[in-house]
């Protein structure tokens, strides 16, 4: 919502686009998502600047290594 809210432009066009697809109607289904691809547009940029989960998940390594004489664990 920030995103939308710091760039009027989009909000707007998301704002106008079910309106034009669909009509003007009370409820809208999910199924109705499909139909829209600004607002999919929109979602798939949300996801991508701002991951819901972490990209780099914590490891532990199974052997230690020697580098240079140095043992790393």
Do not use: W
């Amino acid at each position: 919502m920030t995103e939308l809210l710091l760039n009027s432009e989009t909000l707007t066009k998301a704002e106008i686009e079910p309106d034009q697809i669909i009509g003007k109607c009370i409820h809208l289904q999910e199924s109705d998502i499909l139909r829209l691809p600004y607002l999919q547009v929109i979602m798939k940029e949300t996801f991508r600047l701002h991951p819901p989960t972490p990209l780099l998940l914590p490891h532990k390594a199974t052997t230690y290594v020697e580098i240079h004489g140095f043992t790393v664990p």
